[in-house]
Nanobody
């Protein structure tokens, strides 16, 4: 079992920045990859960024060059630095862990609202 707790969401103006944090606990050694997903009202949940155990990263085209995913293994934390935020970035952001058994774990989500 893996537990995930997100923090860092909030209200920000267009062009502003936020950093989301995800605290991981439990069987963290089984985690193959960590990711951030988001879901806007009326839309499907989509992958924003992911980082594998080996450090490889992947980003949605819509956030490339603006968002950066990183992790601190010593603190069991994963971060999403979001810069140059746009109104279309408004969504609930979820932390995800994908383990060696092909199981997905999810956090409770944190709201990000970008106002124009």
């Amino acid at each position: 079992q893996v537990q995930l707790v997100e923090s860092g969401g909030g209200l920000v103006h267009v062009g502003g920045s936020l950093r989301l944090s995800c605290a991981t606990s439990g069987n963290i050694f089984s985690i193959y990859a960590m990711g951030w997903y988001r879901q806007a009202p009326g839309k499907q949940r989509e992958l924003v960024a992911a980082i594998t155990r080996g450090g490889n990263t992947n980003y949605a085209d819509s956030v490339k060059g603006r968002f950066t995913i990183s992790r601190d293994n010593a603190k069991n934390m994963v971060y999403l630095q979001m810069n140059s935020l746009k109104p279309e970035d408004t969504a609930v952001y979820y932390c995800n862990a994908y383990d060696d058994g092909h199981y997905d774990y999810w956090g409770q989500g944190t709201q990000v609202t970008v106002s124009s």
